[in-house]
């Protein structure tokens, strides 16, 4: 698994005075500073692997780019050794992000809305529109998802420490799964291997996550022009707010045979 995964030592006890020491395998966690026209933009903690979908999925998330043809390269810059810094390198004619963004990011881990302060304010930032999108999904497809995502999970088998985004389509069908410490990561670097693919926007699709619906993941999947989210555990109020306000379809405590719809109920057929 390369830097994706490490061997620590681990004594394991149980209350009946067990005691063995053994090699436990752990998700490796490192930083990524992302540049972008060699200026630093932020740092983010990441699992090591598929960083160039991140870095992309994060740039869209941001509205710093809206397709590939808005990114000239990607590169990890030489004077690192761990590939740690990685540089984002705009085509012609993209505006780079402005000093604003920048200072917002200094104080903050990437978590794609650090310069967004409320509903009203991303409104205006949203480059596709999903409340008409007219996908359709039935309860019994949805509730498939958490175990096809659960398969798929190959490092997660090896630390349970990760968390993962699915990208599925309106058959079910699994066509991209990421994992990552930290879940805004996972679905960056699902976005972002599908900006990559020239597959923005992502209407007709479902965006399934391993653990909670939180702002920044609805904020994200809209603006990658996702139609439904759909989450194991439970939203936030603000992620029902803006999925509310956006025409998304959220769905949360996606567990067995039931689930909980919180936002475009229409999209479930019964």
């Known amino acids: 698994m390369g830097r994706i995964t490490v061997r620590r030592p681990v004594l394991r006890l149980s209350t009946e005075g067990a005691r063995t020491r053994r090699p436990d395998t752990l998700a490796v966690e490192e930083p990524l500073e992302i540049r972008v026209g060699g200026r630093p933009l932020t740092i983010t903690m990441r699992t090591p692997g598929d960083d160039f979908d991140l870095v992309a999925g994060f740039l869209a998330a941001e509205g710093i780019i809206a397709g590939p043809g808005d990114l000239a390269a990607m590169r990890y810059c030489a004077d690192t050794a761990e590939q740690n810094v990685l540089e984002a390198v705009l085509a012609p004619g993209v505006a780079p992000p402005g000093a604003e963004l920048t200072r917002a990011f200094t104080t903050t881990s990437a978590?794609?809305?650090?310069?967004?302060?409320?509903?009203?304010?991303?409104?205006?930032?949203?480059?596709?529109e999903v409340a008409a999108d007219p996908l359709e999904l039935t309860p019994e497809l949805l509730a498939s998802l958490p175990e096809r995502l659960r398969a798929a999970?190959?490092?997660?088998?090896?630390?349970?420490?990760?968390?993962?985004?699915?990208?599925?389509?309106?058959?079910?069908?699994?066509?991209?799964?990421?994992?990552?410490?930290?879940?805004?990561?996972?679905?960056?670097?699902?976005?972002?291997?599908?900006?990559?693919?020239?597959?923005?926007?992502?209407?007709?699709?479902?965006?399934?996550?391993?653990?909670?619906?939180?702002?920044?993941?609805?904020?994200?999947?809209?603006?990658?022009?996702?139609?439904?989210?759909?989450?194991?555990?439970?939203?936030?109020?603000?992620?029902?707010?803006?999925?509310?306000?956006?025409?998304?379809?959220?769905?949360?405590?996606?567990?067995?045979?039931?689930?909980?719809?919180?936002?475009?109920?229409?999209?479930?057929?019964?």
């Open 111 to 128: 978590c794609g809305v650090c310069g967004k302060s409320s509903i009203e304010a991303l409104r205006d930032d949203r480059p596709y």
């Open 153 to 270: 999970q190959r490092v997660f088998d090896r630390t349970g420490g990760l968390h993962a985004a699915g990208l599925f389509d309106g058959a079910g069908e699994l066509l991209a799964l990421r994992e990552d410490v930290g879940r805004h990561n996972a679905v960056d670097k699902v976005v972002g291997h599908a900006l990559r693919q020239g597959l923005l926007p992502l209407a007709g699709h479902v965006l399934m996550v391993s653990g909670r619906a939180s702002f920044e993941l609805t904020q994200k999947a809209m603006q990658a022009g996702v139609p439904v989210l759909a989450a194991v555990s439970a939203p936030s109020s603000l992620a029902v707010d803006l999925a509310a306000d956006a025409g998304m379809t959220l769905v949360g405590f996606l567990r067995g045979a039931s689930m909980n719809v919180y936002t475009g109920a229409h999209r479930i057929t019964i």
